[in-house]
């Protein structure tokens, strides 16, 4: 386990990627599984058993105060499985059809449920939380709630409170 700038990373964690950047107070808890470029801000908590795919061509952003629950799969790159030739990971390049490569983006406030699954360029905007089992494709709105295959917006939530209290713990860490 490492413990570093108040962050918890569990041993049984693989991220292919050495230079990924991780900020503070955060936990990665057993069975992460990056092979895409990694970017962490803090007061992140990655549950257990969470899988990053894509390769390295691809990023995982995590802008801060977030969550991703048990058994998410955040998809950065896929075949397009389209027939436009060969598909599958030990497929020479030359022979393989198009593929799909885009970053996941979750911005600050956005929480992914457990075993969702966030399809390669969805954004989950500013306090988006996406519902357990839920399959997202896309943009979204700030502060909606996402829930079903496909994700759909469910409601707004007021984000008032939310931000009062971030500004109470960002005052206590200055």
Known sequence: MIFENNNFIHEDVYIKDDSYTIGSNNAIDKGFYCTTRLQIGSYVHISPYVTSIGGLTTTLEIHGVNN???????????????GSGLFGAMIPDDLKGRQVMAPVV???????GTNAVVLPGSILREGVLLGAGSLLMGDTVPWGVYKGNPAKLVKIIDATEAHRRYELLTARTE
């Open 106 to 112: 979750l911005e600050k406030f956005s929480n992914v």
């Open 68 to 82: 991703i629950m048990a058994g998410a799969r955040l998809i950065c790159g896929s075949d397009r499985f389209d």
